[in-house]
């Protein structure tokens, strides 16, 4: 069946880095991602919507300039936090429509980030 | 604003019942219902969609579509221990490209 992959699983990086996190449909294309974020015990929330090749639409609150979205082809999205601080530890899971429009989203496996 | 209500739970169920889980939802232009399964640290996995209204059932699981009264639901007869999970209602957003709004989840725990 239809895969989302995610990379890394985990991740732990040190205040002030940067860090990337891949999305990939492994057997399906998709034009649009979603990527979510997740605090431990609450909902999902949806930060960014991941459009291929045109600019990704933030949530209000989201602050485009630290989490930047590239989708640059049909198959790969990536979200990268930059200058990370420890509130920025989270859940970040990727999603995508199988088949565009009303479809179930499919999930990434999520990355567990810890900045230190 | 569009939303999607649940009970938090915990909902707790004997092993072998039958666990309801509900779900209410604002936008009347919702086409697409979905039911996910999210076990403690690990992303959401789809159980169940639904698009009609009535039921829809597929192994232990049934989901049920009222449109008329924007409540979805989902039943899981003979509960397993393994069952226990946090179960997300999500509804699409009309007229937006695949993008759905969630529950806040209900929390499940069958006790064998």
């Known amino acids: 069946g239809a895969v989302v992959s995610q990379h890394p699983s985990r991740v732990i990086c040190k205040s002030g880095t940067s860090v990337k996190i891949e999305c990939r449909s492994l057997?399906?294309?998709?034009?649009?991602m979603f990527w979510y974020r997740q605090f431990p015990k609450k909902s999902l929330m949806l930060m960014a919507t991941?459009?291929?090749?045109?600019?990704?639409?933030?949530e209000q609150g989201v602050e485009k300039d630290k989490f930047l979205i590239n989708h640059a082809s049909l198959t790969l999205s990536t979200l990268t936090v930059t200058s990370a601080h420890p509130e920025d530890s989270s859940f970040y899971i990727c999603s995508a429509p199988t088949q565009g429009g009303d479809s179930p989203l499919h999930f990434g496996n999520g990355t567990r980030l810890t900045v230190t | 604003q569009k939303e999607v209500e649940q009970n938090s739970g915990p909902l707790s169920v004997p092993e072998g019942a039958i666990a309801s889980l509900n779900c209410t939802y604002s936008?009347?232009?919702?086409?697409?219902f979905f039911w996910y399964r999210q076990y403690s640290g690990k992303s959401p996995e789809l159980i169940m969609f639904i698009y009609s209204n009535g039921d829809k059932e597929d192994g232990r699981f049934t989901a049920q579509l009222n449109k008329a009264s924007q409540y979805v639901s989902l039943l899981i007869r003979d509960s397993q221990p393994s069952d226990s999970a946090t179960y997300l209602c999500?509804?699409?957003?009309?007229?937006?490209?695949?993008?759905?709004?969630f529950g806040k989840g209900t929390k499940l725990s069958v006790k064998p």
């Open positions: 936008d009347r232009g919702s086409q697409s």
């Open positions: 999500a509804v699409n957003i009309a007229g937006s490209q695949g993008n759905l709004i």
């Open positions: 991941s459009n291929e090749g045109s600019k990704a639409t933030y």
């Open positions: 057997d399906f294309q998709a034009t649009t």
